[in-house]
């Protein structure tokens, strides 16, 4: 029996998801599946995720800069971003993913065009009023310390320290867990620590599958029952439970 879930981070926008992507959209509902957050991280990537949003009703846009492009782009494409996300922000439910991965990093100077870029962002975020979906990746500490001023901040795709967690959770932040949890015991020490009312459950499909190849929407549903053991409760309160929060969050 389906559990209703919104998977609160996806990119059904990549072309992963060319040959199908329709269908895949068909096979979350058929899950259980009542809302799919697409990110978008580029000028194309956030046209898509407008696309899809405009197409389906079920599906919502968040439009970002992802942390790659703000290490390698040029000012020229990081600003014609920032001009789209203002320009389309009563459209989106959120701003991001954006933020820093400094698993990439390789010099001081990259993390710097990265911080740069993530900073215009957060500004964007606060001047619209919209919840900020961050990526921080090895990064999770110097992600908090520039969002502070963020009403509502999605840490997308938590993967850092329990102690970590809980100062974002101390500022009223959300964490949102990836289906990596199915078979990570770091995110399943994660799951067990991070209150339910904090928390939100997403597939980053393509990426990070439970099973075999390529994620997608309709997997969200492995990670409930991994998530309802970790904690010891129904399943059902945790899907209703991630579902509020991901309505609370992302106002939907």
């Known amino acids: 029996m389906p559990y209703p879930i919104i998977d609160s981070h996806c990119h059904l926008d990549f072309p992963k998801f060319n040959r199908d992507r329709e269908e895949t959209i068909l096979r979350a509902r058929g899950a259980g599946v009542v809302g799919m957050i697409n990110s978008g991280i580029s000028l194309k990537g956030n046209r898509m995720s407008l696309e899809l949003a405009e197409q389906h009703d079920d599906i919502y846009a968040t439009l970002g800069l992802s942390p790659d492009i703000g290490r390698e782009g040029e000012d020229k494409e990081i600003d014609a971003i920032l001009a789209q996300i203002e320009a389309n922000a009563g459209k989106a439910v959120g701003i991001g993913e954006a933020g820093l991965d400094f698993q990439d990093c390789k010099i001081n100077e990259e993390r710097e065009r990265q911080t740069a870029a993530f900073k215009k962002v957060i500004e964007l975020a606060k001047e619209l009023d919209k919840p900020l979906v961050v990526h921080a990746r090895l990064a999770e500490a110097e992600v908090l310390k520039l969002v502070r001023s963020v009403d509502t901040v999605i840490y997308h795709c938590y993967s850092g320290s329990v102690e970590t967690m809980r100062e974002i959770l101390d500022m009223g932040y959300y964490i949102s867990l990836a289906t990596l949890v199915c078979f990570s015991k770091?995110?399943?020490?994660?799951?067990?620590?991070?209150?339910?009312?904090?928390?939100?459950?997403?597939?980053?499909?393509?990426?990070?599958?439970?099973?075999?190849?390529?994620?997608?929407?309709?997997?969200?549903?492995?990670?409930?029952?991994?998530?309802?053991?970790?904690?010891?409760?129904?399943?059902?309160?945790?899907?209703?439970?991630?579902?509020?929060?991901?309505?609370?969050?992302?106002?939907?």
């Open 186 to 252: 770091h995110h399943q020490i994660l799951a067990e620590a991070v209150p339910l009312e904090s928390l939100l459950l997403e597939t980053d499909s393509p990426f990070l599958s439970p099973r075999k190849g390529r994620n997608e929407p309709a997997f969200i549903v492995d990670s409930i029952p991994v998530v309802a053991q970790l904690k010891n409760m129904d399943p059902a309160e945790i899907a209703k439970s991630a579902t509020k929060n991901a309505r609370r969050a992302f106002n939907i």
